[in-house]
C-alpha cells in the first residue's frame, strides 16, 4: 500500500476528494498502528511514522468514504502511573466523524482480567469492538442559513430521537426513531403547532449500550455515555452506518432550519463511556490515558470523578481542551448546529479542584469567533463538592435554571414560604444573572426534562416508581416537590383528573409567561405519562416513547394558545429586568414596569411577602412602550396586562387595580378549566379564581367594539388518566 508522510492537522481521517489523512494524538506512544478493515473483518495495518508535536500521521491516497479502521497504540502499560497502553486493543479514533457498529461485551474489552484489577488481559478487541469509518464531507446544503432565533423569542422542545418518533403514526415505519424521522413533516408540523423556535436533541454523539444493562434486557437509552464526540448515533439513522448517518443527519438538519427552528445539541464532554478503572478500553484509555482524563495525585490507577460515571475528562490537558473545541466548531461548521446544551457543565469548569468561573475551557470559548456566536446552555451542577452553580457561569452563557423548577413545582402544590421567591423566578430570576451583566434569557426556565417526571407525572404521583429499573426503586430522585393531587397514580375520580388536568395548565402557562426562555419536555404539552418512573434512562420502550394515539388534545391546544400570546406580546419575552420604580408614587405619577398586587387591588407593601402562607399575587406588567407585532405582522405598542396566581385549596376574590392601570380588562386565560369569560372586567371589580388556578387579563382598547380573542384557549373537559 502507498503510503504519504501526511499532516499532523487536522486531527482525525480527512478525506479530501482524492485520499485520506489520518492523525492521531499521544503523548505516550511509542509506536502507532493505523488498522484498515476490510468488509470481511481482516485487518491491514500501516505503522505511522511521522510524529509531530505527538500528533502521529500518514496519508493514504487509495482510501476513500466507507473504509473502516482503528489504531493499536504501543507504549507503558503501568495503570499505578496512570499508563495503560495495549496494542492488543483495537480503539476508536476520538476524532471519528462517524462509527460503524457497536461494543459487544467480550472480556477482550478489558485491559484487566474480571477480578484482579491488577492483572493485564492482551486478548484481542478487533472483533468486539466499534470503528471510525471514513466519511464523505461533502454535502449538498441548498443554501442552508441557520435561523438566528434571538433568545428572547427562543422557545426551546426537548427531545428524543427515538422516543419523540418512534410510535408516530404518520412516521414511515422505516424512519421511525431516526433523524430522518425528525425531519418528517408531520413531526415539523407538530412543532410548529406548538410555536417551538428550537428542538434541543438529547445525546447524538455516538455513545455505548452499557453491558450491566444489556444483561438486564435493558439498554443506555438517554445515551449519556459517549465514545466519539464527533460522530452521529449510528443506530438513530435511517439509511446506514457506513457513513450515511452524517448525511442524514445534515438532512435533518436542513429542514428543521428550512422550517424556522433551530437544532441545539444536548453535549456531554464531562465524561466518556470507559468509565473508572474497572472499565473497558475503548478509544482514549488506551491512546494516552493521562492526557484524557482526571487522575487521583497520588494513586494514578484511579480516576476522579465528578460526574458520577467513574471518569472525569481533563480538561486541564490541551489536548483534551482542543478535542473540546474542534468537536464544538465541527458540529457547527459542518453539521449546522445552532447551539449546544453542556451536560453537568460544571465539571468543565474544575481546572484545579472547585468550580471556577474563570477556567481554561470557559476562556477558550468565550474568544473564539464561532464557538461564542451560538447558544450555549449550561445544566449548571455536577456531583462534585460546591458542584451547585445555578447563577455562577459567564456572561455569554444560559442555564438551565434548576431553581425556577424547584419553586415553581413548590407554589403550585402549595408550599408555604414561597412567594418571594415565585416572583424572583416569574420575573426573569434578577437575583441570580442580573449582577453578572446577564439580562432574563440567561434563565431557562423548565418544570419537567428528561431527568424526573413527566409533567402528568408530576401531578399524578407523590413517589418515584421506578421498579422496571431493576434497582430496587433506589434509583432516581426522591425529593421530586410533586403532589398526585389526592391519589397516587391512574384514577377515574372526575374530581382528582379536572384538578390534574387544571395543574398541568398552571405549569405551562407560568413557564410559557415567565421571563426568560421556556424549555418544553417532549410530550408534556399532550400528557405524556412513564407511569410514575422519574428516571427512565434505561427504558428503550413504550415507558419512555411518546404515545401519539393517546394525545391529551385540550392540553395540547392550551399549550398553543398559551405560547401564541408569548409570541404576540413582548411584554412576556422582556430584554430587560423589571426595576418596579418607582416603588411608592405619588399623585399623577407614571406606572412602574411592574406592580405586586394583593387581593384587594392595592400595591403590595414590603411587609406583605411574608405574611401568612404566601399562596396568592397578582402582578400588572406595564406594556406601554413595548413594541411587538400583531396578529398579521403589523408593529404595534404592546398594551397591560394582569396576573393572578391562586396556590390556595380555596376560590380566592381579587379586586382589579385602580382605573390608572385600565379602564377595562379582557380575560384571556382560565387554567380553572371553566373557559374564557366574554365582555369587559371594569377596573375595581371583583375577580374569582378558581383554587389552584390563575388568570390573565389583558387591558382593553375602550376604540374597538369586539376586542380580539383569537389567543384564548379552548379549554375542554380533561379525558381519563
Same mark, same amino acid.
Given at each position: 500500500?502507498?503510503?504519504?508522510?501526511?499532516?499532523?492537522?487536522?486531527?482525525? !481521517?480527512?478525506?479530501?476528494?482524492?485520499?485520506?489523512?489520518?492523525?492521531?494524538?499521544?503523548?505516550?506512544?511509542?509506536?502507532?498502528?493505523?488498522?484498515?478493515?476490510?468488509?470481511?473483518?481482516?485487518?491491514?495495518?500501516?505503522?505511522?511514522?511521522?510524529?509531530?508535536?505527538?500528533?502521529?500521521?500518514?496519508?493514504?491516497?487509495?482510501? /476513500?468514504?466507507?473504509?473502516?479502521?482503528?489504531?493499536?497504540?504501543?507504549?507503558?502499560?503501568?495503570?499505578?502511573?496512570?499508563?495503560?497502553?495495549?496494542?492488543?486493543?483495537?480503539?476508536?479514533?476520538?476524532?471519528?466523524?462517524?462509527?460503524?457498529? @457497536?461494543?459487544?461485551?467480550?472480556?477482550?474489552?478489558?485491559?484487566?482480567?474480571?477480578?484482579?484489577?491488577?492483572?493485564?488481559?492482551?486478548?484481542?478487541?478487533?472483533?468486539?469492538?466499534?470503528?471510525?469509518?471514513?466519511?464523505?464531507?461533502?454535502?449538498?446544503?441548498?443554501?442552508?442559513?441557520?435561523?438566528?432565533?434571538?433568545?428572547?423569542?427562543?422557545?426551546?422542545?426537548?427531545?428524543?430521537?427515538?422516543?419523540?418518533?418512534?410510535l408516530h403514526p404518520e412516521v414511515p415505519k422505516e424512519q421511525r426513531g431516526t433523524y430522518a424521522g425528525v425531519a418528517h413533516p408531520a413531526v415539523i408540523a407538530h412543532l410548529q403547532r406548538l410555536g417551538i423556535t428550537a428542538i434541543e436533541l438529547m445525546p447524538v454523539h455516538q455513545f455505548v449500550n452499557d453491558g450491566t444493562l444489556q444483561e438486564k434486557g435493558l439498554s443506555n437509552y438517554w445515551g449519556?455515555?459517549?465514545?466519539?464526540?464527533?460522530?452521529?448515533?449510528?443506530?438513530?439513522?435511517?439509511?446506514?452506518?457506513?457513513?450515511? @448517518?452524517?448525511?442524514?443527519?445534515?438532512?435533518?438538519?436542513?429542514?428543521?432550519?428550512?422550517?424556522?427552528?433551530?437544532?441545539?445539541?444536548?453535549?456531554?464532554?464531562?465524561?466518556?463511556?470507559?468509565?473508572?478503572?474497572?472499565?473497558?478500553?475503548?478509544?482514549?484509555?488506551?491512546?494516552?490515558?493521562?492526557?484524557?482524563?482526571?487522575?487521583?495525585?497520588?494513586?494514578?490507577?484511579?480516576?476522579?470523578?465528578?460526574?458520577?460515571?467513574?471518569?472525569?475528562?481533563?480538561?486541564?490537558?490541551?489536548?483534551?481542551?482542543?478535542?473540546?473545541?474542534?468537536?464544538?466548531?465541527?458540529?457547527?461548521?459542518?453539521?449546522?448546529?445552532?447551539?449546544?446544551?453542556?451536560?453537568?457543565?460544571?465539571?468543565?469548569?474544575?481546572?484545579?479542584?472547585?468550580?471556577?468561573?474563570?477556567?481554561?475551557?470557559?476562556?477558550?470559548?468565550?474568544?473564539?469567533?464561532?464557538?461564542?456566536?451560538?447558544?450555549?446552555?449550561?445544566?449548571?451542577?455536577?456531583?462534585?463538592?460546591?458542584?451547585?452553580?445555578?447563577?455562577?457561569?459567564?456572561? @455569554?452563557?444560559?442555564?438551565?435554571?434548576?431553581?425556577?423548577?424547584?419553586?415553581?413545582?413548590?407554589?403550585?402544590?402549595?408550599?408555604?414560604?414561597?412567594?418571594?421567591?415565585?416572583?424572583?423566578?416569574?420575573?426573569?430570576?434578577?437575583?441570580?444573572?442580573?449582577?453578572?451583566?446577564?439580562?432574563?434569557?440567561?434563565?431557562?426556565?423548565?418544570?419537567?426534562?428528561?431527568?424526573?417526571?413527566?409533567?402528568?407525572?408530576?401531578?399524578?404521583?407523590?413517589?418515584?416508581?421506578?421498579?422496571?429499573?431493576?434497582?430496587?426503586?433506589?434509583?432516581?430522585?426522591?425529593?421530586?416537590?410533586?403532589?398526585?393531587?389526592?391519589?397516587?397514580?391512574?384514577?377515574?375520580?372526575?374530581?382528582?383528573?379536572?384538578?390534574?388536568?387544571?395543574?398541568?395548565?398552571?405549569?405551562?402557562?407560568?413557564?410559557?409567561?415567565?421571563?426568560?426562555?421556556?424549555?418544553?419536555?417532549?410530550?408534556?404539552?399532550?400528557?405524556?405519562? /412513564?407511569?410514575?418512573?422519574?428516571?427512565?434512562?434505561?427504558?428503550?420502550?413504550?415507558?419512555?416513547?411518546?404515545?401519539?394515539?393517546?394525545?391529551?388534545?385540550?392540553?395540547?391546544?392550551?399549550?398553543?394558545?398559551?405560547?401564541?400570546?408569548?409570541?404576540?406580546?413582548?411584554?412576556?419575552?422582556?430584554?430587560?429586568?423589571?426595576?418596579?420604580?418607582?416603588?411608592?408614587?405619588?399623585?399623577?405619577?407614571?406606572?412602574?414596569?411592574?406592580?405586586?398586587?394583593?387581593?384587594?387591588?392595592?400595591?403590595?407593601?414590603?411587609?406583605?411577602?411574608?405574611?401568612?402562607?404566601?399562596?396568592?399575587?397578582?402582578?400588572?406588567?406595564?406594556?406601554?412602550?413595548?413594541?411587538?407585532?400583531?396578529?398579521?405582522?403589523?408593529?404595534?405598542?404592546?398594551?397591560?396586562?394582569?396576573?393572578?396566581?391562586?396556590?390556595?385549596?380555596?376560590?380566592?376574590?381579587?379586586?382589579?387595580?385602580?382605573?390608572?392601570?385600565?379602564?377595562?380588562?379582557?380575560?384571556?386565560?382560565?387554567?380553572?378549566?371553566?373557559?374564557?369569560?366574554?365582555?369587559?372586567?371594569? !377596573?375595581?371589580?371583583?375577580?374569582?379564581?378558581?383554587?389552584?388556578?390563575?388568570?390573565?387579563?389583558?387591558?382593553?382598547?375602550?376604540?374597538?367594539?369586539?376586542?380580539?380573542?383569537?389567543?384564548?384557549?379552548?379549554?375542554?373537559?380533561?379525558?381519563p388518566a
Amino acid at each position: 500500500m502507498e503510503v504519504w508522510p501526511g499532516s499532523a492537522y487536522p486531527l482525525g !481521517a480527512t478525506f479530501d476528494g482524492m485520499g485520506t489523512n489520518f492523525a492521531l494524538f499521544s503523548e505516550a506512544a511509542t509506536a502507532v498502528e493505523l488498522c484498515l478493515i476490510a468488509g470481511d473483518g481482516t485487518e491491514t495495518r500501516v505503522e505511522l511514522l511521522e510524529a509531530d508535536g505527538y500528533v502521529w500521521h500518514c496519508y493514504l491516497p487509495q482510501i /476513500q468514504p466507507g473504509q473502516k479502521y482503528g489504531y493499536r497504540v504501543h507504549g507503558p502499560y503501568d495503570p499505578a502511573r496512570g499508563q495503560r497502553c495495549n496494542p492488543n486493543k483495537l480503539l476508536l479514533d476520538p476524532y471519528a466523524k462517524a462509527v460503524a457498529g @457497536q461494543v459487544h461485551w467480550h472480556p477482550a474489552m478489558f485491559s484487566h482480567n474480571f477480578g484482579d484489577p491488577s492483572s493485564r488481559n492482551d486478548q484481542d478487541s478487533a472483533p468486539h469492538t466499534m470503528l471510525g469509518v471514513v466519511i464523505n464531507p461533502f454535502f449538498d446544503w441548498a443554501g442552508d442559513r441557520p435561523p438566528r432565533i434571538p433568545y428572547h423569542r427562543s422557545v426551546i422542545y426537548e427531545a428524543h430521537v427515538k422516543g419523540l418518533t418512534e410510535l408516530h403514526p404518520e412516521v414511515p415505519k422505516e424512519q421511525r426513531g431516526t433523524y430522518a424521522g425528525v425531519a418528517h413533516p408531520a413531526v415539523i408540523a407538530h412543532l410548529q403547532r406548538l410555536g417551538i423556535t428550537a428542538i434541543e436533541l438529547m445525546p447524538v454523539h455516538q455513545f455505548v449500550n452499557d453491558g450491566t444493562l444489556q444483561e438486564k434486557g435493558l439498554s443506555n437509552y438517554w445515551g449519556y455515555n459517549t465514545i466519539g464526540f464527533f460522530a452521529p448515533q449510528n443506530t438513530y439513522s435511517s439509511i446506514g452506518q457506513m457513513g450515511q @448517518q452524517v448525511q442524514d443527519f445534515k438532512a435533518m438538519v436542513r429542514s428543521l432550519h428550512r422550517a424556522g427552528i433551530e437544532v441545539i445539541l444536548d453535549v456531554v464532554y464531562n465524561h466518556t463511556a470507559e468509565g473508572n478503572h474497572l472499565g473497558p478500553t475503548l478509544s482514549f484509555r488506551g491512546i494516552d490515558n493521562a492526557a484524557y482524563y482526571r487522575l487521583v495525585e497520588d494513586d494514578k490507577q484511579y480516576y476522579v470523578d465528578y460526574t458520577g460515571t467513574g471518569n472525569t475528562l481533563n480538561v486541564r490537558q490541551p489536548h483534551s481542551l482542543q478535542l473540546l473545541m474542534d468537536s464544538l466548531r465541527y458540529w457547527v461548521t459542518e453539521m449546522h448546529v445552532d447551539g449546544f446544551r453542556f451536560d453537568l457543565a460544571a465539571a468543565l469548569a474544575r481546572e484545579f479542584y472547585d468550580v471556577d468561573r474563570l477556567s481554561t475551557f470557559f476562556e477558550l470559548v468565550q474568544q473564539d469567533p464561532i464557538v461564542s456566536q451560538v447558544k450555549l446552555i449550561a445544566e449548571p451542577w455536577d456531583v462534585g463538592p460546591g458542584g451547585y452553580q445555578v447563577g455562577n457561569f459567564p456572561p @455569554q452563557w444560559t442555564e438551565w435554571n434548576g431553581k425556577y423548577r424547584d419553586t415553581v413545582r413548590d407554589f403550585w402544590r402549595g408550599e408555604p414560604a414561597t412567594l418571594g421567591e415565585f416572583a424572583s423566578r416569574l420575573t426573569g430570576s434578577a437575583d441570580l444573572y442580573e449582577r453578572s451583566g446577564r439580562r432574563p434569557v440567561a434563565s431557562i426556565n423548565f418544570v419537567t426534562a428528561h431527568d424526573g417526571f413527566t409533567l402528568r407525572d408530576l401531578v399524578s404521583y407523590n413517589q418515584k416508581h421506578n421498579d422496571a429499573n431493576g434497582e430496587g426503586n433506589r434509583d432516581g430522585e426522591s425529593h421530586n416537590r410533586s403532589w398526585n393531587c389526592g391519589v397516587e397514580g391512574p384514577t377515574t375520580d372526575p374530581t382528582v383528573l379536572a384538578l390534574r388536568a387544571r395543574q398541568q395548565r398552571n405549569f405551562i402557562a407560568t413557564m410559557l409567561l415567565s421571563q426568560g426562555v421556556p424549555m418544553i419536555a417532549h410530550g408534556d404539552e399532550m400528557g405524556r405519562t /412513564q407511569q410514575g418512573n422519574n428516571n427512565v434512562y434505561c427504558q428503550d420502550s413504550t415507558l419512555s416513547w411518546i404515545d401519539w394515539d393517546a394525545v391529551d388534545l385540550p392540553l395540547m391546544d392550551f399549550t398553543s394558545a398559551v405560547n401564541r400570546l408569548r409570541a404576540q406580546h413582548p411584554t412576556f419575552r422582556r430584554s430587560t429586568f423589571f426595576d418596579g420604580r418607582p416603588v411608592r408614587r405619588g399623585k399623577g405619577e407614571k406606572l412602574p414596569d411592574i406592580v405586586w398586587l394583593n387581593e384587594d387591588g392595592m400595591e403590595m407593601l414590603p411587609e406583605d411577602w411574608g405574611r401568612g402562607f404566601g399562596r396568592t399575587i397578582g402582578v400588572f406588567l406595564n406594556g406601554d412602550g413595548i413594541q411587538g407585532r400583531d396578529d398579521r405582522g403589523r408593529r404595534i405598542t404592546d398594551v397591560n396586562f394582569l396576573l393572578y396566581f391562586n396556590a390556595h385549596d380555596d376560590d380566592i376574590k381579587f379586586t382589579l387595580p385602580a382605573v390608572e392601570f385600565a379602564e377595562a380588562w379582557d380575560m384571556v386565560i382560565n387554567t380553572a378549566g371553566t373557559g374564557v369569560e366574554r365582555g369587559p372586567i371594569g !377596573a375595581g371589580s371583583v375577580l374569582k379564581v378558581a383554587a389552584k388556578s390563575m388568570a390573565v387579563l389583558r387591558a382593553r382598547d375602550l376604540t374597538q367594539t369586539e376586542p380580539n380573542l383569537s389567543v384564548a384557549p379552548g379549554l375542554q373537559s380533561p379525558g381519563p388518566a
